[in-house]
């Protein structure tokens, strides 16, 4: 697994695990940037929600962007993968949360995390 594919799995389990109260400013975004409120960004809302914060990119680089976003490779970003994207280094990077995601990964409690386990 690539060192940026771990990132983005840690960032995802830490992300659903975050307490509800303390991201009510992004889940108020993700409500608004998701304009037909099925629970997903596409490309084009996530781009028309750029555009209105005068952000300006192309299809390929939009295309690019959610790529970079959508880990499980659905084609848009959900709820969980909106929250990694948008959550900061400060927050993923306490060791508290580390410790806790990689005890997650870790399931025989061995102190280091196999293909198996990551798999």
């Known amino acids: 697994m690539e060192a940026s594919n771990m990132k983005k799995t840690i ?3 830490l992300a659903a695990k975050l307490p509800e ?16 409120g099925d629970g997903k960004i596409t490309i084009d ?5 750029l555009s209105s914060f005068g ?22 970003i959900d709820y969980t993968e909106f929250l990694a994207g ?7 990077l306490s060791e508290e949360n580390l410790r806790r995601a990689f005890q997650y ?3 025989d409690q ?3 995390i196999t293909k198996d386990e990551l798999r």
């Open 55 to 76: 952000h300006s990119f192309t299809q390929i680089e939009m295309k690019h962007l959610i790529d970079k976003l959508d880990t499980n490779n659905n084609g848009y």
């Open 105 to 107: 990964f870790d399931k």
């Open 86 to 92: 948008c959550m900061k280094s400060k927050i993923y």
């Open 11 to 13: 960032l995802i389990y």
């Open 45 to 49: 809302e996530f781009q028309k929600s």
């Open 21 to 36: 109260k303390s991201l009510e400013d992004l889940r108020k975004l993700f409500i608004k940037v998701d304009q037909n």
């Open 110 to 112: 061995s102190g280091f």
